[in-house]
């Protein structure tokens, strides 16, 4: 499987236990996400944007192949990296530095995931603490351990349900509501989606 971790803006908690993770998956950053690399100290494959979030001194300090965009687009650099890991081949993407920061970004960065998850891959948006899932139509597993918390939430609706939580759901059409936050699991969960889409967030 063509694995790829994707650095960008927003904020990260850089971490050896997120070093170890990033083992076999090809490393890219968009304009200012290559302070993570640089923070995790590992070697971008490709480092792609305008620049124009990206100090003199981060440019100077951390080497790595460039591919520089234009300052006037219609996307950001994240979306641009994100297109060129569909490129390259990209069965599973790890969207690091995705949430918290600017709400804009992070709110793009839910859809381009949902969009991903359309196109068949796998995806995964993290801060180095906490984690999202978009869920499209289907059942969905995930190993999480006793007492992990969880919030489930339509997005924006959905008819969905989990079970292996302490609040089981059965099948409920869903809108625009606070009812699914907050849950706890009792060990693995497993969420259908039965109309619409979903997120799953682990914190």
Do not use: C
Not at 66 to 79: A, C, F, N, S
Not at 99 to 107: E, Y
């Amino acid at each position: 499987m063509k694995r790829f971790a994707l650095l960008l803006g927003g904020p990260l908690l850089a971490t050896e236990a997120l070093k170890e993770r990033l083992e076999g998956y090809r490393l890219l950053a968009a304009d200012s996400g290559g302070r993570h690399a640089l923070a995790l100290g590992l070697t971008l494959e490709l480092w792609l944007g305008d620049f124009d979030s990206s100090p003199p001194w981060l440019q100077e300090a951390l080497s790595a192949p460039k591919e520089v965009l234009p300052r006037e687009k219609d996307l950001t650099d994240g979306e641009a990296l994100l297109r060129k890991a569909l490129e390259l081949g990209a069965e599973e993407v790890l969207l690091l530095g995705a949430l918290g920061g600017r709400l804009d970004h992070t709110l793009v960065h839910l859809e381009l995931a949902f969009l991903l998850a359309q196109k068949g891959v796998r995806v995964e948006l993290t801060d180095g603490l906490t984690r999202a899932f978009p869920l499209l139509h289907g059942v969905h597993a995930f190993p999480l351990r006793p007492g992990a918390p969880f919030s489930l939430l339509p997005f924006p609706e959905a008819t969905l349900g989990v079970e292996g939580a302490r609040w089981d759901l059965p099948p409920t059409a869903l809108k625009a509501t606070s009812r699914t936050l907050e849950n706890e699991a009792l060990g693995p969960i497993r969420v259908r989606v039965e109309a619409g889409r979903a997120l799953l967030y682990l914190f």
